[in-house]
């Protein structure tokens, strides 16, 4: 059965830091595009940051410097550290794996929420 799980979200003030986390279960991760995406209320989902099999980053725009991306592939784990927050940054963060070849697969988890708000 296959499973991302997340969990590290929460309330936090502006300027403040969390760190999410993503578990893979179910498929071999490794092999495997992992991210993070985000949706606020009445906002489409979009991506926050990726990172390929290979350690290849992507970021959006708007975290570039504040947030960082990273994998252990032994502990079949994603990691967003998210520093330097913003209410802005308030949304549903959701972990995503894309097979990195055919036939490319792709899963969501639940979501976790963040809200930064003083």
């Known amino acids: 059965q296959v499973q991302l799980v997340e969990s590290g979200g929460g309330l936090v003030q502006p300027g403040g830091s969390l760190r999410l986390s993503c578990v893979a279960s179910?498929?071999?991760?490794?092999?495997?595009?992992m991210g993070w995406y985000r949706q606020a209320p009445g906002k489409q989902r979009e991506l926050v940051a990726e990172?390929?099999?290979?350690?290849?980053?992507n970021y959006a725009d708007s975290v570039k410097g504040r947030f960082t991306i990273s994998r252990d592939d032994t502990k079949t784990t994603v990691y967003l550290q998210m520093n330097s927050l913003k209410p802005e940054d308030t949304a549903s963060y959701y972990c995503?794996?894309?097979?990195?070849?055919?036939?490319?697969?792709?899963?969501w988890g639940q979501g976790t929420q963040v809200t930064v708000s003083s």
């Open positions: 995503h794996a894309e097979r990195s070849a055919w036939p490319y697969y792709n899963y």
């Open positions: 990172i390929s099999a290979g350690g290849t980053i």
């Open positions: 179910g498929f071999i991760s490794s092999r495997y595009v």
